[in-house]
């Protein structure tokens, strides 16, 4: 049988204990990322569209302003890729990660962390040997004034900025950050560049820019964003 994905995570969210999954799917036709393996952090034992819609998905996003159950504008169309992936997990579709027959796979691939949910609702160790072994990954979080927070994500995950408010905090500690440009016509900072999907249609997996503090680079700013 040929898997299309493997089991990385299955324990306790580090945002409320709840039980949570991450899946890592090998194949994508999403074209603004390009071929990355993409990884799923969902809730377990309940489908992601219910869990939305009864607030359970604070265990892998906690308090992000995009969430739909807030009214948000997500990007994550959860009846789609985040529900599939559900089904074939519980199905029994995926096997647990094989470092023998999976490391290679990884090793030649490009990562991005949290197609659905915050890689930071998952322990720091699940991710650090997955970084290690694959040419680079891109990452976000909403979680950098939490207080379940592990600073190492800022070193590999932009800290995604929903307000101007937000994107000088993390500066001010030294973090790179994403920002949602609510204001269509503002300036870019000194220190930003505009996310080159939109104006050139470049994909993630070519530009690889949000890879967190621990890649120089610029700040990134996104002018549309979500739905």
């Known amino acids: ?5 493997v089991i ?10 709840r039980p949570i999954v991450v899946i890592a799917t090998f194949e994508t036709a999403n074209p603004k990322t390009g071929p990355m393996i993409q990884t799923w952090i ?31 504008a997500c990007y994550v169309i959860l009846f789609q890729a985040p529900l599939a ?19 290679p796979v990884f090793a030649r691939a490009k990562l991005r962390m949290g197609a659905y949910g915050d890689p930071a609702a998952v ?30 994500f800022s070193q ?6 929903d307000t101007q408010a937000k994107a000088d905090q993390a500066k001010a500690a030294g973090a790179r950050y994403f920002r949602i440009a609510t204001d269509q016509t503002q300036e ?5 560049m505009e996310c080159p999907n939109r104006p050139t249609g470049e994909m993630c997996v ?4 949000c890879s967190g503090s621990g890649k120089p680079g610029p700040d990134i700013v996104n002018r549309k964003h979500g739905s």
């Open 1 to 5: 049988m040929k898997y299309r994905g």
């Open 188 to 192: 870019l900072g000194p220190d930003e």
């Open 206 to 209: 070519e530009c690889m820019q």
């Open 123 to 152: 322990p720091f160790k699940v991710w650090a040997p997955l970084l290690d072994l694959v040419r680079d990954h891109t990452g976000y979080t909403h979680q950098f004034s939490e207080p379940f927070y592990d600073p190492r």
């Open 156 to 161: 590999v995950c932009m800290i995604s900025a």
């Open 85 to 103: 992936v559900w089904k074939s997990y519980q199905a029994g579709n995926y096997r647990d990660f094989d470092q023998a027959i999976d490391g």
């Open 8 to 17: 990385l995570y299955d324990g306790p969210s580090l945002v409320d204990g």
């Open 42 to 72: 969902l809730v377990r034992d309940l489908d992601p569209v219910q869990a939305s819609v009864q607030g359970l998905d604070y265990s892998i996003c906690a308090n992000c302003a995009l969430r739909w159950h807030h009214g948000g």
